[in-house]
């Protein structure tokens, strides 16, 4: 069978290898290239060098989209791993009846998809919320920003929950064990014993939400469109409104220079991410 394997394993690989080839590689490349030229079609693309990213650094729009992008994500990460965490603690407890159906609720919305939860918030928000009969959520970048973090906070909660779970079912009970043993508190057992076995589940769980974090989009979308003036737009949807939205061909490369910076910024904060928490993991 290993014989067969070794000689035979570049067929099975093939058509995975070309999906990711034709699907991501060459796209990549490709938008990669745009990102340095001007464009409205991209087989008639005018190679303008740099000048697209200095144009992107430049637009005002984009850099109050990356630092509110940046604060939106660190409270989100913090948020969705801190209420997850405690959840799943809640949720592993042997005299806690009904974990079952609890679960299911907490995990249901993240089976929504994304545009229809920024509507749903959009409309329980703003007919709570209105002010002087307008919307709320189009008059006011704290309440966009805030309006943002509760509807991912309700959506993800429930996914990390779950790989929280996971996570703490496969600490070796004769850890734990030998903790009540030697009388340790259950604050004393969270520190000391839980949270350095969930290390490999903080790790993924980290991953997820900073990177969800960064690449926000349908939900900023749906739910304040960028409103007021761009105040509420995240890094995802100025690229879009860059990309479709301002007329001229300049501005759909500036829109791809964005992109790239948008790529390789999520890439850079997600492998540091990955390398200090791996760090920290503990072999069991």
Same mark, same amino acid.
């Given at each position: ?120 918030? %959009? ?12 919307? /709320? #959520? &189009? $008059? =006011?970048?704290?309440?966009? !920003? ?73 939900? %900023? ?12 737009? /995240? #890094? &995802? $949807? =100025?690229?879009?409104?860059? !990309? ?41």
């Amino acid at each position: 069978m290993g014989k067969v394997l070794r000689r035979w394993w570049p067929l099975f690989v093939l058509p995975c290898a070309l999906s990711f080839t034709f699907g991501f590689i060459i796209p990549f490349v490709q938008g990669a290239y745009l990102s340095f030229c001007e464009f409205k079609v991209i087989n008639k693309a005018k190679f303008v060098g740099l000048s697209n990213y200095v144009a992107a650094f430049q637009d005002e729009q984009f850099v109050h989209a990356f630092w509110l992008t940046a604060l939106f994500a660190l409270v989100v990460t913090v948020l969705v791993n801190a209420i997850a965490l405690a959840i799943a603690l809640a949720l592993t407890r042997s005299r806690l009846g009904g974990t079952n159906v609890f679960r299911t609720v907490f995990f249901m919305p993240n089976l929504i998809g994304g545009i229809v939860l920024g509507y749903i918030w %959009n409309i329980l928000i703003n007919a709570v919320l209105s002010v002087a009969g307008q919307q /709320l #959520l &189009a $008059l =006011n970048t704290t309440a966009g !920003f805030w309006g943002l973090v509760i509807l991912t906070l309700w959506q993800q909660v429930g996914y990390m929950m779950i790989i929280y779970i996971a996570g703490l079912q496969s600490i070796p009970s004769d850890y734990l064990e030998a903790a009540k043993v030697d009388g340790a508190t259950a604050w004393q057992t969270l520190w000391k014993v839980k949270i350095p076995n969930l290390m490999p589940t903080i790790t993924i769980c980290l991953f997820l939400t900073i990177t969800n974090g960064f690449k926000l989009f349908d939900q %900023n979308l749906a739910l304040t469109g960028g409103d007021p003036n761009h105040m509420s737009e /995240l #890094l &995802a $949807l =100025n690229i879009y409104n860059t !990309f479709y939205s301002r007329v001229g061909a300049k501005w759909m490369g500036i829109g791809q220079a964005k992109a790239v910076i948008f790529c390789v910024l999520v890439i850079a904060i997600a492998l540091v991410q990955l390398k200090i928490t791996k760090s920290k993991e503990v072999q069991q």
